[in-house]
């Protein structure tokens, strides 16, 4: 039998394909295409502290290989998730993660404190979100403010802290350093790349928000480089994602230094991604008579 357990911050995954947040909701439609124990891990829609409407439509825009969203983290806040949403996910072997967005540091540790009290297995940390206090720049963009942000919700999480790096910066490792410096028991990357798209016969913007997150297949050369980066520069696991579709994919992201990997945008396209992903690792071992899948981690040749 291929060994493929992994081990993120104390925590164990049957296996180290993990659905990405935002692109999974809480695993009910999903659920009704495969038994969602063949997951690692799920990390659920963002959660903000209180219920969210989103932006306004349109939120989602095509483009080659890949897409732009700016859903706006519609959804029904911390509360209700725990009520309604986390008992049915529980009733699964995959581990849960919770994936939190605040606009201030007060928001994030509440929502810790919260989700802490709750069954969740590991709080995930989106530092992509405006800061309303700084003006509206993002908290992940700035390396003292991912140390601060980090450091303050260690002291109300009592679940292990992974923290979710955004890619819109000059220097991914330093912040990865930051990260870890303030706490983090692992790290998340890529979120999503900013983008826009424009209608050139209205020359409107095509999102009602003008700007998005871009995702997709094209974003992963990018993805790639950036989970290299911040593997030479940290010791705690690397939770690695962007435009992963394919096993091969996934492979080539635990070469690089990531752990496990997130599936996200992929799922769009085929609700049977995450699972296509994990045979993909599968074949791989096989191909290569490889029984642990911890033994591909960081392994890239120079």
Do not use: W
Request: net charge neutral; with cysteine; glycine share 10%.
């Amino acid at each position: 039998m291929k060994n493929l357990k992994v081990n993120i911050a104390g925590v164990e995954l049957n296996n180290p394909v993990i659905a990405a947040s935002g692109t999974f909701g809480f695993g009910r439609e999903y659920g009704e295409f495969y038994n969602l124990d063949e997951l690692g891990a799920i990390s659920v829609k963002g959660l903000t502290l209180n219920p969210r409407e989103g932006n306004p439509p349109p939120r989602i825009a095509e483009t080659y290989g890949g897409i732009l969203n700016s859903v706006g983290l519609q959804n029904p806040g911390v509360k209700a998730f725990i009520t309604y949403e986390l008992p049915e996910l529980k009733k699964h072997s995959c581990k849960v993660i919770a994936n939190m967005a605040g606009s201030t540091f007060e928001d994030y540790y509440e929502m810790a404190e919260i989700l802490s009290d709750s069954d969740v297995d590991m709080l995930e940390v989106n530092i992509s979100c405006p800061n309303v206090r700084s003006g509206g720049v993002a908290f992940g963009t700035n390396a003292s403010t991912i140390y601060e942000i980090t450091k303050g919700i260690k002291k109300y999480a009592k679940k292990p802290v992974i923290i979710k790096l955004s890619p819109n910066v000059t220097d991914i490792g330093e912040m990865a350093v930051a990260a870890e410096q303030g706490g983090a028991d692992a790290i998340s990357l890529i979120n999503t790349l900013l983008g826009m798209a424009i209608d050139i016969n209205s020359r409107k913007p095509i999102l009602a928000n003008v700007k998005g997150g871009f995702s997709g297949p094209a974003v992963k050369p990018v993805a790639v480089r950036m989970v290299y980066e911040a593997k030479n520069k940290v010791k705690v696991p690397i939770i690695g994602m962007g435009g992963i579709t394919t096993g091969d994919d996934a492979v080539e992201f635990m070469i690089a230094g990531a752990s496990a990997v997130m599936v996200g945008t992929a799922n769009f396209m085929n609700p049977y991604a995450c699972p296509d992903v994990k045979k993909g690792i599968l074949a791989y071992m096989d191909k290569y008579n490889i029984e642990d899948v911890n033994s591909i981690v960081n392994t890239v040749q120079l």
